[in-house]
């Protein structure tokens, strides 16, 4: 698994107007957390946003389908495993399109942290998140 939560105090930093990979071409990774994002705090703007697109893919990098799958969106204000909490989730708050694609938008996201859980996923593909702040 590419990413993958590093532990306490180790997320990443994603700045204003940037964009990272919670995962990438990630395999395996049923009941594990993504690595975590700081969001940077931007002066005089609170809250801010983050946008988070997924994707599924084959092995050459063509869409393919998930199949039934859940993959939560997980806040804290903490950087601690046991701190987080889902706050939106695929499939329920956002549908795929025809290539396999899904976004969630967090216009007034208020948490220091956040990333994804893979809870279920049903067939054998690479998943790709890509965080916006």
Do not use: C, K
């Given at each position: 698994?590419?990413?993958?939560?590093?532990?306490?105090?180790?997320?990443?930093?994603?700045?204003q107007?940037q964009?990272?990979?919670?995962?990438?071409?990630?395999?395996?990774?049923?009941?594990?957390?993504?690595?975590?994002?700081?969001?940077?705090?931007?002066?005089?703007?609170?809250?801010?946003?983050?946008?988070?697109?997924?994707?599924?893919?084959?092995?050459?990098?063509?869409?393919?389908d998930?199949?039934?799958?859940?993959?939560?969106v997980?806040?804290?204000?903490l950087?601690?495993?046991?701190?987080?909490?889902?706050?939106?989730?695929?499939?329920a708050?956002?549908?795929?399109?025809?290539?396999?694609?899904?976004?969630?938008?967090?216009?007034?996201?208020?948490?220091?942290?956040?990333?994804?859980?893979?809870?279920?996923?049903?067939?054998?593909?690479y998943?790709?998140?890509?965080?916006?702040?």
């Amino acid at each position: 698994m590419s990413g993958g939560y590093a532990g306490t105090g180790q997320a990443t930093l994603l700045r204003q107007n940037q964009q990272v990979a919670l995962l990438q071409q990630a395999t395996n990774i049923v009941g594990r957390a993504s690595i975590a994002l700081q969001l940077e705090t931007q002066r005089n703007s609170f809250p801010w946003g983050v946008s988070l697109q997924i994707y599924f893919t084959d092995a050459n990098g063509n869409p393919a389908d998930p199949g039934a799958f859940v993959v939560d969106v997980q806040a804290s204000d903490l950087d601690t495993d046991a701190q987080y909490s889902t706050i939106s989730a695929w499939p329920a708050d956002g549908t795929l399109n025809a290539s396999f694609v899904g976004r969630i938008e967090l216009p007034g996201f208020y948490a220091r942290y956040i990333r994804v859980f893979v809870a279920s996923l049903a067939n054998p593909v690479y998943v790709t998140v890509l965080a916006t702040h």
